[in-house]
């Protein structure tokens, strides 16, 4: 299989978890690529931060971002070290709807999943890390 093929493989794989889960996230306020910036804002609290991981336009991330302060799924506090950004954060109830979307995604995935025995998912999984592992500095880590 060609690179190309593979990718196109591994977003119809992700594509299709969306689809089927999309229903029951809305029920909880949510949409499928929602979800993923409510799961990277611990990480990446600040908002082109969470564009650029997401390959999301600016403007949408600010969209979704007033959208969900508006539910109350997330709160923006200004940076200490420089008040012209803001930072963002999960609020309870935030932690609460992330951890029911991810028992939906859970659920959707395990249905497709459950097609391989577990040692292919072990091996399924452990080829993922290895692919989405980082390269290693050039540089080496130090200057």
Do not use: H
Request: proline residues 6%; aromatic residues 6%.
């Amino acid at each position: 299989m060609k690179p190309s093929e593979f990718i196109n493989q591994a977003w119809d794989l992700l594509q299709g978890v969306m689809e089927e889960a999309a229903g029951e996230l809305a029920a909880i306020g949510l949409y499928p690529r929602a979800v993923f910036l409510l799961s990277r804002v611990e990480e990446l609290p600040y908002p082109a931060q969470l564009a650029e991981a997401l390959l999301v336009p600016a403007p949408t991330v600010s969209f979704i971002v007033r959208q969900f302060e508006k539910q109350g799924l997330l709160s923006r506090a200004n940076d200490k070290k420089d008040l012209r950004r803001y930072r963002l954060s999960l609020t309870a109830k935030g932690k609460k709807s992330l951890a029911k979307a991810r028992q939906v995604l859970d659920r959707c995935a395990e249905k497709r999943m459950a097609k391989l025995s577990k040692s292919e998912l072990g091996a399924f999984a452990q080829m993922m890390r290895t692919l989405n592992a980082k390269p290693a500095s050039p540089l080496g880590g130090g200057v």
